[in-house]
């Protein structure tokens, strides 16, 4: 019957553990080969082994979520922001990632340079008071052949621009007051109501009577827009003014 020769009288070398050339790309080894005999002779020699590289890491990006913050009704290929990335792997070339817009883009507000990663914008106008940010995933692939990838968050905060009249609640406001006699503090008449849709300071109205006030008979607060009289109502008289918002 023959036996069997047990592996370390073969010379043979095995692998112990799990080899990742990202941590440690060769390894010297010196192997001692020693006779049996009632002298033992022995030699030595060294192996260099190189650990050949896989591609075994998805890119990595250098923030987790990006938030640019880009003015609505910017022109067409405003840079919105450069998605870096880089391949662990350890025989990634430069250049070798390629990046596009995966998800939330449908109307195509931005696009991507498919090379650098930057992103800007499209002749699509950015309308804040239609939708203030655009979740965008972007997909980072680092080769065409046994690709890997990773995917990132890019939030764009669309920034308000004064672009945005106000308007009143009603073209027209019929108002019918009681007679009464001349009273100089002033009676409150009626308040008119506008909205602007932009935010903050680009959304503060002022008003103002900007006709049918010759004899000053009506006042307005510029900020509440409440309307007062300060002179005699007689039954059967009319007025019209016409209030401006700004």
Request: hydrophobic share 35%.
């Amino acid at each position: 019957m023959k036996t069997k020769t047990p592996d370390h009288l073969k010379g043979l070398i095995y692998t112990t553990g799990i080899l990742d050339c990202e941590t440690k790309a060769s390894y010297w080894l010196t192997v001692h080969a020693t006779t049996r005999g009632v002298t033992p002779l022995s030699a030595s020699i060294e192996v260099f082994i190189q650990v050949e590289d896989v591609n075994d890491n998805s890119p990595l990006t250098s923030d987790p979520i990006y938030h640019p913050v880009v003015m609505e009704n910017s022109p067409k290929d405003l840079s919105v922001i450069r998605i870096q990335a880089q391949d662990p792997d350890f025989t990634a070339m430069p250049g070798r990632l390629s990046y596009r817009i995966s998800a939330g883009n449908p109307q195509n507000f931005f696009s991507i340079n498919s090379k650098t990663g930057l992103i800007t914008t499209t002749s699509r106008k950015l309308d804040r008071e239609q939708q203030a940010e655009h979740f965008l995933e972007v997909t980072v692939m680092d080769s065409p052949v046994m690709s890997r990838l990773s995917t990132v968050w890019v939030i764009v905060h669309i920034q308000d621009e004064n672009d945005n009249a106000p308007t009143f609640t009603e073209s027209v406001y019929w108002i019918s007051l009681p007679e009464r006699d001349r009273n100089k503090r002033g009676d409150p008449v009626y308040r008119v109501f506008a909205s602007d849709l932009d935010l903050d300071t680009n959304g503060n109205i002022t008003y103002s009577i900007v006709g049918g006030n010759d004899d000053e008979k009506f006042s307005i607060d510029p900020l509440t827009a409440m309307v007062s009289s300060h002179k005699m109502v007689t039954a059967g008289s009319y007025d019209i003014i016409t209030i401006s918002n700004d």
